[in-house]
């Protein structure tokens, strides 16, 4: 559009400048990723993963989703029923790669610790993603058979590692609990991560060890 001053941009920014007074920029910022016909759940997934890495799983918004991408609200709703739906779906992504990046370790012939560490190394690198995993989304995975069926197969890994019969073994959920709960205190920052790794080598030989 052209406005009176001649210069087809100024409309834009009188618009975008009062948008900013009210508090509503993104109301007028073009899409960062224009969405061209193709693969919509990926892209509200791939994006919604940027979300993740920036800020983490609260403010994952479909509104702020699709506006990213350039889409209508209304044309996520067509694939995910809410956003816990793109958050499940989301999340399990995330234990099929989780699984994945474990796969190498249990073949290892020191398999409690190679998975340990890979665990660890894959808290630290995708750390919105991780908290997301096992964040409240986890605990509706009843809803949502494909987040269930991967949590479940990363369950089975830890436990074959930890040379148990089963996940619910008293040995593997141990294992488990320690390789966890060590992941979290690394993402939280409550160990520098410069030494999260030799650090997490040493506790899971130490362990190994004991039992």
Same mark, same amino acid.
């Given at each position: 559009m052209t406005t009176g001053c001649g210069h087809p941009s100024v409309d834009f920014h009188l618009r975008r400048q009062v948008a900013e007074r009210l508090g509503k920029r993104s109301l007028v910022d073009p899409p960062r990723h224009p969405y061209h016909r193709g693969n919509l759940p990926k892209a509200l997934r791939a994006v919604a993963r940027e979300i993740l890495d920036e800020t983490g799983p609260e403010d994952v918004q479909l509104r702020e989703v699709t506006r990213r991408i350039g889409v209508s609200a209304t044309a996520a709703y067509r694939h995910f029923q809410n956003k816990d739906g793109l958050l499940a779906s989301i999340a399990a992504e995330g234990f099929g790669e989780l699984a994945v990046h474990l796969e190498g370790a249990a073949a290892d012939r020191d398999p409690l610790v190679r998975t340990g560490l890979a665990y660890v190394e894959f808290a630290l690198q995708k750390r919105g993603l991780f908290r997301l995993m096992f964040g409240p989304i986890l @605990?509706?995975?009843? #809803?949502?058979?494909?987040?269930? @069926?991967?949590?479940?197969?990363? #369950?089975?890994?830890?436990?074959?590692? @930890?040379?148990?019969?089963?996940?619910?073994?008293?040995?593997?959920?141990?294992?488990?609990?320690?390789?966890?709960?060590?992941?979290?205190?690394?993402?939280?920052?409550?160990?520098?991560?410069?030494? @999260?790794?030799?650090l997490a080598e040493e506790i899971f030989v130490r362990w190994r060890e004991a039992v």
């Open positions: @605990a509706e995975r009843a #809803k949502y058979p494909e987040l269930a @069926a991967g949590f479940d197969v990363v #369950k089975r890994m830890v436990a074959r590692a @930890a040379d148990g019969p089963s996940e619910e073994n008293a040995a593997a959920l141990a294992a488990w609990g320690l390789i966890h709960g060590l992941s979290v205190l690394f993402i939280d920052g409550l160990v520098p991560e410069p030494h @999260a790794r030799s």
